[in-house]
């Protein structure tokens, strides 16, 4: 059914057995209806058949860095292809699956022609499926993907629905690539032959959060890596949380020797905890992300950071609207449309940068 990740990946994980995180239109979003209109921007005359066509947007929280970028990435590209500012309509759903849901009828009762969902969670994805499915109004779920049972159900009933994103397990191994490249030799900084480390997780429940959390260390413990994690705890994605919790970590479990984080902006928390506690991050705590955000990028030039994962927004958001313009046409879309990460250590990181910037 799923277009999933190939060539090495897939048999990488097998092969493991493993065990075991938008801008804002110039209106202001309302917690119980939420909708708010986007930025004016030019319109490309090739492309005026999109330009009645209504598109409705939730995101799960838009101070997310991540999706706020993803977001105006997006909607510049429906304007580009012809929708119209008025036409595209934009949703903060506050992490809360209830407010999303009620967005989502709302959209509906105002006749989207397709919605766009980063979904708050897996529970809230089921439902906003059936809702949009009764309405006869197709579904672009972004970002977030829902769970396998879920997916298993638009294709049984031929649902004009489709998840465009990266597998969040590929982001995880990869963050335990980049530490089994850099070498236990050089993150073992006490030299006792384990690598002592915090995990700072995104939010429970969140199926990205999981798997980058599980694979990133299922990864070196497949290595024969010695682990002893001192600190696990949720940061829901936030600088603000991981920066509060790195430093208690650091107050009560002191000793780390490697922070992995499931974002780049709890990263980002982290090396700024790490710097208020008169440590070196990059010399006496290694930090690692997924995102490759600009700022994090910068870190991992000045050796700060030891690397990343690049999420790329740019080639997703453009996957989304081009499944979106398609549903629009009635070209159907495959259920999963998948993209690549891409590794990201100081080697690549100005090559990321020029990406994204």
């Not at 929280?61 to 999706?67: A, Q, T």
Request: glycine share 8%.
């Amino acid at each position: 059914m799923k277009k999933r990740i190939v060539s090495g990946f897939l048999a990488f994980a097998l092969m493991l057995g493993l065990l075991t995180g938008c801008t804002k239109g110039t209106g202001t979003s309302n917690p119980e209806s939420g909708s708010s209109a986007v930025g004016e921007a030019s319109v490309s005359t090739d492309s005026s058949d999109m330009s009645t066509k209504k598109v409705g947007i939730c995101l799960y929280e838009d101070n997310d860095i991540f999706m706020s970028k993803y977001c105006e990435e997006l909607v510049e590209y429906l304007l580009a292809n012809g929708f119209t500012s008025d036409n595209i309509k934009i949703s903060d759903s506050y992490n809360n699956r209830y407010v999303q849901i009620n967005q989502v009828k709302d959209y509906l009762t105002q006749g989207v022609d397709v919605l766009i969902i980063n979904p708050v969670d897996a529970d809230a994805a089921r439902t906003i499926t059936d809702l949009a499915s009764e309405a006869q109004v197709p579904l672009v779920y972004v970002n977030r993907e829902p769970d396998a049972v879920e997916e298993i159900r638009w294709e049984d009933y031929d649902l004009d629905v489709t998840y465009v994103g990266c597998d969040a397990r590929q982001s995880g191994i990869y963050q335990g690539e980049l530490l089994l490249d850099a070498g236990l030799e050089t993150l073992d900084l006490n030299g006792n032959g384990s690598l002592e480390y915090y995990m700072i997780e995104g939010d429970q429940g969140n199926i990205d959060a999981r798997y980058r959390t599980q694979y990133s260390v299922s990864v070196l413990e497949n290595a024969g890596w010695s682990l002893n994690c001192l600190f696990d705890a949720v940061g829901n994605w936030n600088t603000d949380n991981a920066k509060q919790l790195v430093a208690r970590a650091l107050d009560e479990q002191p000793g780390v020797e490697v922070v992995i984080c499931n974002n780049d902006a709890m990263a980002l928390g982290a090396i700024d905890a790490i710097t208020e506690h008169g440590l070196t991050p990059g010399k006496d705590v290694f930090v690692i992300g997924v995102d490759a955000l600009e700022e994090a990028l910068s870190k991992i030039e000045d050796g700060s950071m030891l690397g990343t994962v690049f999420n790329d927004f740019i080639a997703q958001s453009h996957a989304a609207a081009d499944a979106t313009m398609n549903f629009i046409k009635g070209v159907a879309n495959e259920h999963y449309i998948s993209c690549e990460y891409v590794k990201t250590t100081k080697e690549n990181a100005q090559e990321i940068l020029e990406i994204i910037k």
